[in-house]
């Protein structure tokens, strides 16, 4: 893809933005974001997603999956966010990421990065972005994400990526907690040197899913002044130049402590879980709908569905990233924009 054609595809993306900006949220979303599934072979102490392989043995199908991203192609959606659990787990990915491709979705897929060596010329061909996640450098992001040889084998990943196909944008996401917030420093300085854009993200706490989760994520998050010393230094080098993506109004609210915004991801995205589940995040364990039951066009269009977006706007509980500067899109926040535009939808596809 050319400048030309990537400026044509931002610029869909932001108008596309607009408009439903513009129609009061009654806009129908844009970007489906699929759980593909919940297993994972690490194990992240802040994961709320994982499952073990009895209880993800309800994931959905491959003709399901297909049937799923065609029909979002068909209603006009432009992107997909395919993660997990760790979503290379699946061994038909780089086949569904070929059929949202054909569908007309734009692709971005979010990774630990410890299989993509192996096979980055399966999902290679079909991606838009990538985003591995890295928390530190060397054994000490292994000892973090509770897998060795993660760091080797993500890193070798990119690598390969970015040499084979020069046209996936490919970028790093690195989760702020208690055990990595010293290393900020050297995940900055390591974007810088590769040339990666780097997005960082506060800690989601809340449990908001249908299955119990097996540890209390608050247990890793960093003390506050931790917190705000990182935020600080990762305010400092955007202005530097680093590759940041994270917007100014994201950084600073975490250096503020007013994380205070008003949830609009939901008129932009709708969330599939990895058996198909479309849950109410407002309602903990409450499940509105399945794709395997109904079509997607029924589930968005039904008023239960348009009650639940209209209730989400009163809500600020989610700390990631993607939710945060969606929102802040949405309000049309001069900094958002600017920052957006010039770093592109991966900003907050996740």
Request: glycine residues 8%; proline residues 4%; aromatic residues 8%.
């Amino acid at each position: 893809m050319n400048v030309v054609e990537k400026f044509r595809d931002i610029t869909r993306t932001y108008r596309t933005v607009l408009g439903a900006h513009l129609a009061g949220g009654r806009a129908r979303p844009f970007i489906l974001s699929h759980l593909v599934t919940s297993r994972c072979n690490a194990g992240c102490p802040m994961c709320l997603w994982k499952q073990n392989d009895d209880d993800a043995k309800d994931e959905l199908s491959t003709l399901e999956v297909e049937n799923l991203y065609r029909q979002a192609g068909g209603l006009g959606f432009l992107h997909l966010v395919v993660w997990g659990g760790e979503p290379l787990m699946r061994e038909d990915l780089g086949y569904l990421l070929q059929v949202a491709q054909n569908s007309g979705l734009k692709t971005t897929l979010i990774t630990n990065g410890y299989l993509l060596p192996d096979m980055v010329d399966e999902v290679g061909l079909f991606l838009n972005n990538i985003i591995v996640s890295l928390d530190a450098l060397s054994d000490r992001h292994d000892a973090l994400r509770r897998l060795p040889g993660t760091f080797r084998n993500a890193t070798d990943g990119m690598a390969l990526i970015r040499s084979r196909y020069k046209d996936v944008n490919t970028t790093i996401m690195a989760v702020i907690t208690g055990e990595n917030v010293g290393h900020i420093p050297e995940l900055l300085e390591f974007s810088r040197q590769k040339n990666l854009p780097i997005m960082f993200q506060s800690i989601n706490t809340t449990d908001y899913g249908v299955h119990a989760r097996p540890v209390d994520v608050r247990q890793s998050l960093p003390q506050r002044e931790e917190e705000v010393r990182a935020f600080r230094l990762i305010r400092r080098s955007k202005n530097m130049g680093y590759p940041v993506l994270n917007s100014p109004d994201y950084i600073n609210a975490f250096i503020t402590g007013d994380v205070a915004y008003r949830c609009h991801y939901k008129s932009l995205v709708v969330r599939v879980d990895a058996n198909g589940d479309v849950i109410d995040c407002t309602a903990p364990g409450r499940v509105m709908a399945n794709v395997k039951q109904e079509s997607l066009k029924h589930i968005l269009s039904a008023p239960e569905y348009r009650t639940f977006v209209d209730k989400t706007s009163g809500c600020c509980v989610c700390m990631d990233a993607g939710t945060i500067e969606a929102s802040y899109l949405w309000e049309l926040r001069p900094q958002a924009i600017f920052n957006a535009l010039r770093h592109g939808k991966n900003l907050w596809a996740n």
